[in-house]
């Protein structure tokens, strides 16, 4: 375990990391344990560095006596190869969102599945986990969709506009998962598979500033449903609003976000974070920004 005498350098590393959230997040819960934390963006945009590059800054990084990394677009399956160990999930989901540094060796865990389902559990307890419809088949879906199956989904049904993404990750999750009914399905089939699902996630850039708009007819949502979103920016999306206007219990993206960076300095410190405490955090400066 950690004490207070000891000193953190992590840093992220990916593309447009200067504005992120998550550095801040880091160190005002270090404060509260009385850490020495110093959290550092390694923006690839502002370098002007590929991807590929991932493995010399994690080398560059170890040499100057980083702890550890958080990794993020669009490095995470790039990193795998520079890396010397992996945890079984982030081994199953080939994707990693955090590097430890340990004796000189890199280890990778992801807390993008670990941090969606914890989210689950506490903001959604008891949500019904029978039969779920995911929208999104990219990155950020294949660690929620680990997440739901790992969480007990007995039947997942996984859409995207990309037909042949949404099959391979319904056929890699089925290697997994062989006791599950899991299935992808055509977008265009989102209207009767909500008739027969009891909740929805939605993985995909639609909602954020950027992308904004819904990403199904909000006519398809029923108060029956549960819907968790995993877009934060803005963190009442147009999707939060309608389902909660149609009763639904909803899960915004924030949580997921929060539990990621939760599990990510649980993993760096071994110290145990306080969730809420980092969700009102969060939630502060998503206000700071807006």
Not at 45 to 62: E, F, I, M
Not at 112 to 132: C, Q
Not at 164 to 178: D, G, H, N, Q, V
Not at 216 to 223: A, H, K, M, P, V
Request: hydrophobic letters at 40%.
């Amino acid at each position: 375990m950690s004490t207070p005498a000891e000193s953190y350098l992590v840093g992220l590393i990916g593309e447009g990391t200067t504005h992120s959230l998550t550095p801040a997040l880091h160190e005002r819960e270090a404060d509260h344990h009385g850490l020495r934390y110093i959290y550092r963006t390694v923006d690839l945009t502002v370098l002007a560095r590929p991807a590929d590059d991932a493995g010399t800054l994690l080398s560059a990084g170890r040499d100057l006596g980083f702890n550890a990394f958080n990794i993020t677009v669009p490095a995470k399956q790039v990193v795998l190869r520079y890396l010397d160990d992996l945890s079984d999930d982030a081994a199953r989901l080939e994707a990693v969102n955090t590097v430890l540094i340990r004796d000189g060796k890199f280890i990778g865990h992801n807390t993008d599945y670990s941090g969606f389902g914890s989210a689950l559990e506490e903001g959604l307890p008891g949500a019904s986990l029978g039969h779920v419809v995911q929208l999104g088949a990219g990155g950020a879906g294949a660690a929620t969709a680990y997440a739901l199956l790992a969480a007990g989904a007995q039947h997942l049904c996984v859409l995207d506009l990309d037909p042949a993404r949404s099959r391979e990750r319904a056929e890699a999750l089925a290697r997994i998962f062989p006791d599950r009914n899991i299935e992808w399905r055509p977008i265009g089939e989102i209207g009767d598979l909500m008739s027969e699902a009891d909740g929805l996630v939605h993985a995909t850039p639609v909602g954020m500033h950027a992308h904004p708009g819904m990403p199904l007819d909000g006519d398809l949502l029923q108060s029956r449903h549960w819907v968790a979103d995993i877009v934060y920016r803005p963190i009442e999306t147009e999707l939060v609003k309608a389902a909660g206007a149609k009763g639904c219990r909803v899960l915004d993206g924030g949580h997921m976000a929060v539990g990621q960076a939760v599990d990510a300095f649980r993993l760096i410190t071994g110290v145990e974070p306080d969730r809420a405490r980092m969700r009102q955090h969060f939630l502060s400066l998503l206000r700071q920004g807006s």
